[in-house]
């Protein structure tokens, strides 16, 4: 099933081109990275399939619906900003996540936080980045939606957590959803993902299956990508 499809999607920033003319099919089932330097059009085509920034022109259909209010429905987004309240604790946070998403699964949250270890005392002002990082994503892996947009979730926090993040990200996706990786960081990343898209200047540059990249470059997702951008 086409779970995102978008078709010649321009978004500027006062003349500034982000997204040139994008085009891009995604079907569920799979994870999919999104891969990118920065200012190559990752977090604005993010923002647009979560239905958070509009001024853009093309067609963008998100399980089915145009981007609003049924689209963000089926939609959990992670953004590469923190969304929560310095002053809460993780289960304050929690708590307000229930009342504002009815489809939000608070066993799954919490049982998500024990997995990550993190502390039910501190408030996130008091947490580091790499502890923030995992609260948002217990969050946003905890409702019942059909497909996830998560913005540079293992940016900025060190090896050993990102590993942590991405094996609880795994063990909180369903196989039959779509995930949307943004990321720079390939290597982090590659074991995990089904489809590699590459951006630059706001176009898709390249675009396949994981394993079917591999073979045809005969090297792996990060060379790849390497590769491509010294072109």
């Keep these: 099933m086409t779970a995102i499809d978008v078709r010649h999607l321009t978004k500027k920033y006062r003349g500034r081109t982000a997204l040139d003319d994008l085009s891009l099919e995604l079907h569920a089932g799979q994870i999919v990275g999104l891969m990118g330097d920065n200012g190559s059009g990752k977090t604005t085509l993010l923002k647009i399939l979560a239905g958070v920034l509009a001024d853009w022109s093309g067609e963008v259909s998100i399980a089915g619906h145009r981007p609003g209010p049924e689209s963000k429905a089926a939609v959990s987004f992670l953004p590469d900003a923190s969304f929560l309240r310095n002053g809460d604790t993780s289960a304050q946070a929690l708590a307000e996540?229930?009342?504002?998403?009815?489809?939000?699964?608070?066993?799954?949250?919490?049982?998500?936080?024990?997995?990550?270890?993190?502390?039910?005392?501190?408030?996130?002002?008091?947490?580091?980045?790499?502890?923030?990082?995992?609260?948002?994503?217990?969050?946003?892996?905890?409702?019942?939606?059909?497909?996830?947009?998560?913005?540079?979730?293992?940016?900025?926090?060190?090896?050993?957590?990102?590993?942590?993040?991405?094996?609880?990200?795994?063990?909180?996706?369903?196989?039959?959803?779509?995930?949307?990786?943004?990321?720079?960081?390939?290597?982090?990343?590659?074991?995990?993902?089904?489809?590699?898209?590459?951006?630059?200047?706001?176009?898709?540059?390249?675009?396949?299956?994981?394993?079917?990249?591999?073979?045809?470059?005969?090297?792996?997702?990060?060379?790849?990508?390497?590769?491509?951008?010294?072109?």
């Excluded at 066993?107 to 998500?112: G, L, P, V």
């Excluded at 039910?120 to 008091?126: G, R």
């Design 97 to 231: 996540y229930q009342r504002f998403f009815s489809d939000f699964d608070a066993a799954k949250a919490q049982t998500m936080l024990e997995f990550f270890g993190l502390p039910s005392d501190l408030t996130l002002k008091e947490m580091s980045k790499g502890m923030r990082e995992k609260v948002q994503i217990a969050l946003a892996m905890s409702r019942h939606a059909s497909i996830y947009l998560l913005d540079e979730p293992i940016s900025g926090v060190d090896p050993a957590s990102r590993s942590v993040i991405l094996n609880g990200i795994l063990e909180n996706f369903q196989p039959d959803g779509l995930m949307v990786i943004s990321t720079h960081l390939i290597r982090d990343v590659e074991s995990i993902v089904d489809t590699a898209v590459f951006l630059r200047n706001g176009r898709v540059i390249v675009q396949g299956g994981a394993d079917d990249l591999r073979d045809q470059y005969g090297a792996g997702l990060d060379a790849i990508f390497r590769k491509v951008y010294a072109a």
